[in-house]
């Protein structure tokens, strides 16, 4: 970091538009994790301000005061209390929402008695018009003893006002708004005397707050400054009073509303949305119209892709000097990189749809909705977020759950979350529902493989509440819990917003997975490839030997060495070992190698299955898809991707851990091998039998 | 063993490590810093 570079921290309640404005600030010049949806974790970008002063921006999990309640929020006071964190701020943002000030103030004053140049944002000011609200912003900063940005994320004004004040951060008051020492006058005045160089507010944090403080020791303080439980809490109590008290006195003249100028159409549609009817059968009928969307829109792209990969394939093989390395780079590395591309429409339109429902509020309404329903399963409301994140990914997911307080529903979340699906199942079901369920319309507009795919959806989720279900019966687990959601205004989702998110998400998915897809795709050319004993370096004499009193064509012939080769090379011979278990399910030798090789990454299965195809397929069936669908087992003379083995297959990665990721995160998650082994064991031995007692039926 | 075959051997050793290292030797990230980065262990 240059001298010139300046720590900003963005802070701020859930849904004050805190994401927005870090989108506004840094655009696509972010470092982010592969998150879904809502901010869970730090997020950093980086913005060039007037004057040539540039910034890392830190986008902080919301929080809705410095009183911790989850690890989420204690994110946010370990670095605001260590000076020596590389990441604390030079100044702080708070973000607030001009309709909900009131209560978004409360962690405003709290940041400014950390005596850290605050500015306050106030967002969604283009929305003050419509609620007939007005602020005196000098009023406001004068007895807030600060700078006030009065800004739209969404419409995008008053950023550039927003630069020019954190440029000038210094000449921003860093004076308190409270004086901590009428909490309790004695009592801080001796912990004044016992540490006269610590900031009296900073002191406090420390000893109501689950942290560390520089050198000194919570356990420290606290054995110096004996507090019970019960007096700390009063004394909580009792600051939280004497803020909003401050608060109420600044805003009784700085804030007015004209309520015959407001327009509720909030609470209108609220009463709708969240109806115990109606509100279940608009969210199912939305989700229905996404997974329809989802394979509708996509099939242009997708076969477009899939034939680009299927031309290059070829023309590699075509025009390269012939040799090993172009035999990898046309049946390996081409092959293996289309499987996972020709995802790319499905997963960036899955991620388009969670964000304009997470940025249009619905969202919000969805976990308020459901909490409910959860509850009767042993969940929290707060379990929804995790559920629908796992729609992405698992990890994020899992890691979503630490602002879930109670540890039992936290623990069950953690344990059921594996079972939604993730974008990593998308491209499997997407390959396998396009070879085995007829594209046929219902009603002539319901598309079957939609429904299909909703279905798996639905089933996933059901899955993870029936087994959270059982978890509550089983855990015994006591501790309280409480429910609180904020429901945001309804806004338009923006587009810039959006189209970051769906950027994001589909970039983190391709260069995560695809390097991994890629990697694979090498080793199992090399074992699909080579291969020990007689039987594959003569492959071709064996075959001329078979064929030798009826001749084959020169392609057919070339085909049957393939074939051979393939038999008995290394992977071929590793299939034919675990056949016999996987035979029941109605999988051949080179599903079940996909099914291994997809241990690590569930996403790798349909590259395995493109990389064997290539080497020992047929060359008249050039895409993936096609090669699939004409893949016959010698046996039966049945086709290998029937209905049966396809909805074997589906149910099999519906319930089965894949990932093994997941398994490192709920370790880490739980801090115990115990539950990941628990949870590894449950989940592939159901996706078994469910996969057996399928194929059984259908066959 | 002609210079193509070399070159795949070579790509194949570096497939080989890099697995390895992903789920094997995987770095371990403190709380703190998950999330900062573009890799947090996912896929």
């Known amino acids: 970091m240059t001298n010139q570079n300046i720590n900003v921290a963005l802070i701020g309640n859930p849904n004050t538009g805190k994401t927005s404005v870090f989108n506004q600030l840094t655009g696509l010049n972010q470092q982010v994790g592969n998150y879904p949806g809502i901010t869970v974790e730090k997020k950093i970008g980086f913005c060039k301000l007037p004057n040539n002063v540039k910034a890392n921006i830190l986008d902080l999990p919301g929080t809705y005061s410095l009183n911790a309640s989850s690890i989420d929020e204690n994110v946010v006071i370990e670095l605001l209390l260590n000076k020596n964190d590389k990441l604390y701020p030079n100044v702080a943002l708070v973000v607030t929402d001009v309709e909900n000030l009131k209560r978004n103030l409360l962690l405003f004053t709290q940041i400014k008695d950390l005596e850290i140049p605050t500015i306050l944002v106030i967002n969604m000011a283009d929305r003050m018009k419509f609620k007939g609200i007005t602020l005196d912003i000098p009023y406001l900063e004068e007895h807030l003893k600060t700078k006030i940005a009065l800004i739209s994320s969404r419409k995008g004004f008053g950023i550039d006002e927003l630069k020019k004040l954190i440029v000038s951060y210094k000449t921003i008051s860093s004076e308190p708004c409270l004086n901590a020492s009428s909490i309790d006058p004695e009592y801080f005045d001796t912990l004044r005397k016992t540490f006269p160089n610590q900031l009296l507010y900073k002191l406090w944090l420390v000893i109501t707050q689950d942290v560390n403080f520089l050198n000194l020791d919570r356990n420290e303080i606290r054995s110096s400054f004996t507090k019970s439980h019960s007096d700390l809490k009063r004394l909580q109590q009792k600051e939280t009073i004497k803020r909003y008290q401050f608060i109420n006195d600044v805003l009784k003249e700085g804030l007015k509303i004209d309520t015959t100028i407001a327009k509720d159409f909030r609470s209108k549609l609220d009463r709708v949305l969240t109806h115990k009817v109606w509100g279940y059968v608009i969210f199912f009928l939305i989700l229905f119209v996404i997974f329809q969307s989802i394979f509708e829109w996509s099939k242009i792209p997708m076969d477009f892709i899939d034939g680009t990969f299927a031309t290059l394939s070829t023309l590699a093989a075509e025009e390269l000097p012939a040799g090993v390395l172009t035999n990898l780079i046309s049946q390996g590395i081409i092959p293996g990189i289309g499987g996972i591309l020709i995802f790319i429409p499905q997963i960036a339109f899955l991620f388009m749809f969670i964000s304009i429902l997470e940025e249009s509020g619905y969202m919000s309404r969805v976990v308020f909705l459901m909490d409910k329903i959860m509850r009767k399963f042993g969940l929290s409301g707060k379990s929804v977020v995790p559920l629908i994140s796992g729609t992405a990914c698992a990890i994020p997911a899992i890691m979503a759950t630490r602002n879930i307080e109670n540890w039992k529903e936290r623990l069950i979340t953690i344990l059921v979350t594996p079972f939604t699906t993730c974008s990593a199942r998308l491209p499997v079901y997407a390959i396998i529902i396009a070879l085995v369920i007829p594209d046929n319309r219902v009603f002539g507009f319901l598309n079957m493989q939609g429904m299909t795919l909703m279905l798996l959806y639905l089933l996933g989720f059901g899955m993870a509440i029936f087994s959270a279900y059982i978890l509550n019966k089983i855990l015994k687990i006591k501790g309280k819990t409480y429910f609180v959601v904020e429901m945001p205004n309804y806004k338009l989702p923006l587009f810039k917003n959006v189209g970051i998110n769906v950027i994001e998400k589909t970039k983190a998915f391709i260069f995560g997975a695809g390097k991994i897809i890629l990697a694979i795709s090498i080793v199992l050319w090399f074992l699909a490839s080579y291969g020990p004993g007689e039987k594959f370096n003569n492959a071709e004499t064996i075959v001329t030997e078979k064929t030798k009193n009826n001749p084959l064509p020169e392609a057919e012939f070339e085909n049957a060495v393939a074939s051979q080769k393939l038999e008995n090379s290394y992977i071929g011979l590793m299939g034919k070992a675990i056949e016999p278990a996987i035979s029941p399910l109605g999988y051949d030798w080179k599903i079940g190698i996909a099914i291994i090789s997809s241990f690590a990454a569930r996403e790798v299965f349909v590259g395995t299955l493109a990389t064997i195809y290539s080497v020992g397929g047929s060359d008249n069936e050039v895409t993936i898809k096609n090669k699939m669908a004409a893949e016959i087992n010698p046996v039966t003379g049945e086709k290998i991707f029937n209905f049966a083995s396809g909805i074997s297959l589906l149910l099999f990665y519906a319930f089965a851990l894949q990932c093994a990721s997941t398994l490192a995160v709920t370790k880490k998650e739980t801090n115990s091998w115990k539950w990941p082994a628990g949870q590894l064991i449950f989940m592939s031995g159901f996706a078994y039998v469910v996969a057996l007692i399928a194929y059984q039926i259908l066959k | ?43």
């Open chain 2, 1 to 43: 063993m002609d210079i193509q075959e070399i070159i795949a051997f070579i790509a194949l050793g570096i497939a080989l490590a890099f697995l390895i290292k992903k789920f094997f030797f995987k770095k371990r990230k403190s709380d703190k810093n998950c999330g900062s980065g573009d890799d947090c262990g996912c896929n």
